[in-house]
């Protein structure tokens, strides 16, 4: 019979936090060169397709323009919770890179999927393990303070079982918090919690992010504009196998 090695401590407690809190900060995921790189690649891009620009930068699917975004797929220390959380198989759905200017108004509490309703008297069970489908990972390329955007998080929202209405901000008594961070610094939160953005308070400083969102194998890739979607060869012949799978090469399963 096959033997599932045990997860590193490491990550292993990172997934719990998962679980249990539906988010988990990891510390200096970045070092100075790379947030540096992102920084640079992200004042060079010009919107295209489905992109957006004015107070908030918007850019979608970077990972297609230039092999410089690869590495940032599969970073150490996020590829091992992704494949964790879903599974060794799982891909990305998306990776966007953001610039929030002086002005930008953040995102009213939201949850991102919610994969299924489930009743409360199962949610609220602790021996009831939620599975996750997708993951988010936010790395910050700036220090975040109260006035620059910092993401706010609702702690075991993931366990509503519901969207937020219009001004909800607690789950069972705990507030809305503010992730406040290093540059080099990423979020992981899974698609069923209830967070917010928040707003650029600053006069002068602007909000750099990249995204990556992870998905599992059977959860579709979304990749805009879709039909007109074509990789960019530089990229395919520039990605390592796990990178490759990431972008979507899979082994052929169910339905293929
Ligand atoms: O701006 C942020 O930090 C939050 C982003 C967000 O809520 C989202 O992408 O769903």
Known sequence: MATIDPLPPLTAKRL????????VLLPGVLDGMGIATLRNAIDQLKPRHWDYSGLLDHYKCVFNRDPLWLPFLDLPGVIELAEAALGDDCHIIGQTAWRCHPGFVG???HLDYLVVELPQSLLAD???????QICTVQIYLDDIDASLCPTLVIPGSHRAGRRPVKGESHWKGRPAQPVLCCAGDALMFRSELWHAGSSNLTADRSRYLVQVHYGRRMVAQ???PYLHWQFNPEVLAAATPRQRRLLGEHEEAEYD
Do not use: D, V, Y
């Not at 719990?16 to 539906?22: F, K, Q, V």
């Not at 602790?126 to 996750?132: D, V």
């Open 16 to 23: 719990e936090a998962l679980h249990r809190e539906g988010f």
């Open 107 to 109: 995102l009213e509490p």
């Open 126 to 132: 602790p021996g009831f393990t939620l599975p996750m």
């Open 222 to 224: 979304k990749f805009s």
